[in-house]
């Protein structure tokens, strides 16, 4: 299902004048253009600098994801830049934090003053709620690697996401539940576009199936107890518990095993999917969903390689890393596209360029796709997350939904 893939300028044709100057001296003689049937007319020399933000926790609830994200970022502007088809990124980072320490408060103001006029970020839909006005107010494409809210679908001509919404996965986690033979179900949610959503699917497609929510409990970010959400589940004695969080997973698995919960039968989703090693408690056998195709073996290497080059610690996940690697190979590509770093243009052309749009010649990597772009012609971007595919909405079509079962070590694996 996958294949390994690979501000304004200064220096950017910079009028009109300019541009029809080199499409008459394209039109007095032969170029690959030209030869090529449906080609485009291009202006050469194509010589583009595009200032890109990142905008994901390098603090906070879900700073676990932020590394991964980040070193999907680096990879792919060092890839970009490397292939010197006519486009070269300068990479501002920043903290997105989370709700508690507002990190991304600071951070957001510092990304508009570098000039940025697109961001890869925020991963927290609750975080880019607040900082999408904003974004697109100031003509900044947004697009998330992570953001999972079916709140999003639609939302803004300049906001992207190369997650699919929780609608899927909660599609997904519901249906192994039931598959795996439970008939009720308990399902303890943070109170967040988040956890609302994700919580709404699960619960819609559970006892679609013919299941039973027999207990729900909500809880608010930055809430450090959770003793009533777990008594009101366990007092329902659920045959699963459906925990969708972040890293509060961390106090409220032991407390489901204290009460008498079965540790074997909870089910995690995205935001809290990782190997839990020092948990007091046993996880073998519990399940996990998260977005994101099957990835090459050597993809972590490929993300430790630029990860540990700037002097950080290796890395040992990979959650949305591709998510990210492929929202800035494509936000690459449209702005090549579009022969234009402004954050309208590449959004106006990033639906074409994913293959949601035009007749695509299919390609996996940004040297690949540039070429095909520079020769006049469409490019069909399919990445390391699948193939990605932008809908009317801005929303990835037909995005993988992996399922992931815990071993013995509290260490979780792909088993679909």
Request: net charge negative; aromatic share 6%.
């Amino acid at each position: 299902m996958i294949s390994q893939k690979g501000s304004r300028s200064a220096k950017l044709l910079a009028g009109v004048a300019l541009i029809s100057a080199t499409a008459l001296a394209l039109a007095g003689c032969s170029s690959p253009a030209e030869d090529t049937p449906g080609a485009e007319e291009r202006p050469e020399n194509v010589d583009l600098t595009l200032n890109l933000g990142s905008l994901l926790p390098s603090t906070g609830t879900l700073s676990f994801l932020g590394a991964p994200m980040e070193a999907g970022v680096q990879l792919a502007v060092q890839q970009v830049n490397d292939a010197d088809a006519g486009i070269q990124i300068q990479l501002t980072q920043a903290d997105e934090g989370d709700l508690d320490n507002k990190a991304y408060e600071t951070s957001i103001s510092s990304l508009h003053s570098a000039g940025i006029t697109a961001m890869v970020g925020a991963a927290s839909s609750s975080v880019t709620k607040l900082i999408l006005d904003g974004n697109s107010g100031s003509g900044i494409l947004t697009v998330s690697p992570s953001n999972t809210s079916a709140d999003f679908t639609g939302i803004d001509p300049l906001y992207y996401r190369t997650a699919p919404s929780d609608n899927l996965q909660g599609e997904v986690l519901a249906n192994e539940i039931a598959e795996d033979g439970h008939k009720t179900l308990g399902i303890i949610y943070q109170n967040d576009p988040y956890g609302t959503g994700l919580f709404d699917a699960i619960k819609t497609t559970f006892e679609g199936t013919g299941g039973e929510v027999v207990a729900e409990a909500s809880f608010n970010q930055g809430d450090g107890q959770f003793n009533a959400q777990v008594e009101a589940i366990a007092a329902e004695n659920p045959d699963a518990v459906a925990i969708v969080s972040y890293d509060q997973f961390a106090t409220i698995a032991p407390l489901l095993g204290n009460a008498g919960v079965d540790t074997g039968s909870l089910y995690l989703v995205d935001g809290n999917l990782k190997d839990w090693p020092v948990l007091p408690v046993d996880l073998a056998g519990s399940k996990g969903t998260r977005a994101g195709a099957e990835l090459p073996d050597d993809f972590l290497d490929q993300l430790n390689e630029v990860w540990t080059a700037g002097g950080n610690d290796p890395i040992d996940a990979v959650t949305y890393s591709a998510e990210a690697y492929d929202a800035v190979i494509l936000i690459a590509l449209a702005a090549l596209k579009a022969v234009s770093v402004e954050g309208a243009d590449i959004a106006a052309a990033l639906t074409e360029v994913s293959g949601g749009s035009g007749d695509g010649e299919k390609c996996t990597s940004f040297a690949e796709c540039a070429e095909i772009i520079n020769a006049g012609n469409v490019a069909d971007y399919d990445g390391y997350s699948g193939e990605i595919t932008f809908d009317e909405d801005n929303d990835p079509k037909g995005a993988a939904i992996g399922v992931y079962e815990f071993a013995d070590g509290n260490t979780h694996a792909r088993i679909k």
